[in-house]
């Protein structure tokens, strides 16, 4: 079992097939195949041994997915870069996971500049745009010479590290294995989700483990790859159109956008079958406006974190309905994945009864094997045999589940996790705030957004401008505050001397769909 498996076997079955289509560029799968062997050849010369990590910085491409491919076909792990990070958390990723190689595309080269002089273990940089290559660069096709046997690295053996927001404010690396990641895959084979021939678009942002396992699934079930560099409604209606999409995964944030496009009706989108989402439930509204507006697609929800390679529930097309006995399960997270274990746990880990809230905890081949360096956490997330998820949630007695509260106090904003702690290590970096805390409130285009509340040492003055600006200059711009309350009082304490988000949140959430508890 492992990940280059479902490549060779497309060279076997679908040689001359298309494999990846990126703008104008289609190459076949005995084409793909051969250059990723090149560039697994390229960087072998690099030095890259079995375990080394390479790390990758850019839009999507079809060499972001050769990528994916050539790193463990040289043996070693990728490590996808969040692009929205800013210069001091690129740097932070790059030197805890101890990459040795970063590819870079033309929209990061300037970013990169900024990490000068902060790599620790970064030796050589890949240049995967079609321009001149900045110098101390080398060229991505000049890495492309002659190819490597696979390494075939596989089943336990690590395969990727893909970095999540950390609750302490520090991103924790999820180590995937082979057998992880193709597991995953299978499971999301079994819903159907999946087919041979399907043409699938990658909007979604491809260091993310979720667009990231459709690189995985999509080859191994024989699909093709289509690449729009990012989501923007136009130029994904313009890809679905044109390329006859068949597939794609999307947030609610991005759906919502695209059905309520004023141009949607002018597109083509009869090919379109099957759209998967993730992040939150759909919102009603944007569920009816999709079913008017492409009522053949079928919708699935699928549920899950990083660390479960991300797969643990799905809720199909059965529950996308307005109407009849199914109506409103799409307010879910589904069912348990074929072949994953989901149960709801108290505090003790015992599991609790139907309709009762804990949290949900997960079982599985598609498990992680751990944080990375960080062996103490991992037992704690992985006590039992089971991943903890920090999500609260309970199931009823038909094996949905449905998620009431975020254990780890994470924002999902436009499809986008945020940890608040992360957040306020950064306010607190202020000369001027004594106290900050940050919530998730709501947000009609965003479902929720990140609102500090602050409190300035006395006699100090700062406005909700600078803190937001100040902010921006250590996380990512997703991660700022968009709104600042500022408070005179003390913000209120639990016993243990704990900030009391539960009554920070109450007069956000009054009258919401929403647990604050």
């Known amino acids: 079992m492992y990940l280059t498996q479902g490549l060779k076997r497309n060279v076997q079955i679908h040689g001359d097939e298309l494999a990846t289509q990126d703008g104008d560029r289609a190459r076949t799968w005995r084409e793909s195949a051969n250059r990723i062997a090149q560039l697994a050849g390229g960087l072998r010369r690099l030095g890259v041994v079995d375990g080394d ?14 990528y994916f491919f050539a790193v463990p076909w040289a043996g070693g792990v990728f490590v996808p870069i969040n692009i929205r990070l800013a210069p001091p958390e690129i740097t932070y990723w790059l030197n805890d996971s101890g990459s040795k190689i970063l590819f870079v595309d033309d929209n990061f080269l300037e970013a990169v500049k900024a990490l000068d002089g902060n790599l620790e273990t970064v030796q050589d940089f890949v240049y995967m745009g079609d321009g001149a290559t900045p110098e101390g660069m080398h060229a991505y096709e000049d890495l492309l010479q002659e190819p490597v046997p696979d390494a075939e690295r596989g089943y336990e053996d690590l395969a ?52 990231g396992l459709a690189v995985f699934g999509v080859t191994i079930i024989g699909g093709s790859h289509i690449f729009v560099p990012g989501f923007t409604p136009e130029g994904c209606l313009a890809a679905l159109e044109k390329h006859q999409v068949t597939d794609t995964l999307l947030v609610p944030t991005m759906m919502n956008m695209l059905v309520n496009h004023p141009d949607v009706e002018k597109h083509d989108l009869s090919h379109l079958i099957s759209v998967i989402y993730g992040a939150s439930p759909m919102p009603e509204s944007v569920i009816r406006r999709a079913l008017e507006v492409i009522p ?25 309905v307005l109407d009849g006995p199914n109506a409103g399960l799409f307010k879910s997270a589904g069912r348990a994945a074929v072949g994953v274990d989901v149960r709801i746990f108290d505090e003790d880990d015992n599991e609790v009864a139907p309709g009762i809230v804990g949290e949900i905890c997960v079982r599985g081949p598609n498990v992680m094997l751990g944080y990375w360096n960080l062996p103490e956490l991992t037992e704690e997330t992985l006590r039992g045999g089971w991943m903890h998820s920090g999500d609260g949630g309970y199931m009823n007695e038909n094996g949905y589940v449905y998620i009431v509260d975020r254990m780890k106090d994470m924002i999902i904003t436009g499809g ?5 702690a992360e957040v306020e290590n950064a306010l607190y970096q202020h000369d001027c705030v004594v106290e900050a805390a940050v919530i998730g409130v709501p947000d009609e285009k965003w ?25 921006h200059t250590l996380i990512a711009g997703f991660k700022c505050p968009r709104s600042v309350t500022f408070l005179d009082e003390p913000l209120p304490l639990s016993g243990a001397g704990k900030i009391l988000k539960t009554t920070l949140r109450q007069p956000y959430w009054e009258n919401q769909n929403k647990s604050v508890s």
């Open 53 to 66: 990590r390479v790390a990758v910085l850019s839009l999507n491409s079809d060499r972001y997915f050769e």
């Open 296 to 320: 053949d697609v079928k919708f699935t929800h699928a549920y899950g974190q990083t660390e479960c390679a991300p797969l643990s529930t799905l809720n199909g097309p059965d529950s996308h």
């Open 416 to 420: 986008e996790n945020v940890y608040s």
């Open 447 to 471: 479902g929720e957004h990140v609102h500090a509340i602050v409190r300035l040492y006395d006699g100090e003055a700062v406005d909700e401008a600078t803190l937001i600006t100040h902010c």
């Open 160 to 211: 990727g590290l893909f970095y999540t927001g950390g609750t302490t404010g520090r991103s924790k690396g999820v180590m995937l294995s082979h057998r992880n990641l193709v597991s995953n895959s299978y499971h999301i084979h079994a819903s159907g989700s999946y087919r041979p021939g399907m043409r699938y678009l990658h909007a979604a942002p491809m260091f993310h483990i979720a667009d």
